[in-house]
């Protein structure tokens, strides 16, 4: 976050807009029945996170990285706004990390499964952005957009 004209963009779009904190039931709802559907085209049952490493890419509140907690995942989350990291997802915070999701700054073959969820669209380079996700996928590993 560099201006204090971008924070409050922010939390306009987000909280005032968006309502994104009224909404995380619902949310996280949405993203357990994709999981669900995705299960039945991959290699391994998405729902059963337990041994594995998740990261949600564009992470905002945090929802997703909740629920793939919940699911078993050691999930990880990150999102280029300080904002959301600091102030709506305290209760996760040492699981989130601030990045440009152009440049993720982990690993090659750290994850098991990647999730994006309403980012690819706001990306000014979604070639680069998938390089970098299936560079830190491990062999195997699931990368599911919505």
């Not at 300080?82 to 915070?93: G, K, P, Q, S, V």
């Amino acid at each position: 976050m560099n201006t204090k004209r971008e924070k409050n963009f922010e939390t306009w779009y987000f909280e005032d807009w968006h309502h994104y904190n009224k909404k995380r039931i619902a949310i996280q709802k949405l993203y357990y029945a994709v999981l669900r559907w995705a299960t039945e085209f991959v290699p391994f049952n998405l729902m059963d996170g337990k041994a594995k490493i998740a990261l949600d890419v564009g992470c905002a509140h945090g929802y997703t990285v909740e629920l793939l907690t919940h699911l078993g995942y050691d999930a990880y989350g990150c999102d280029i706004s300080r904002l959301y990291l600091c102030e709506y997802a305290r209760d996760i915070a040492s699981s989130l990390v601030a990045c440009d999701a152009h440049k993720l700054p982990f690993h090659e073959g750290s994850f098991n499964i990647i999730t994006v969820f309403e980012l690819l669209e706001h990306l000014n380079d979604q070639h680069e952005f998938l390089d970098n996700c299936f560079r830190c996928l491990k062999p195997k590993g699931i990368l599911v957009l919505q």
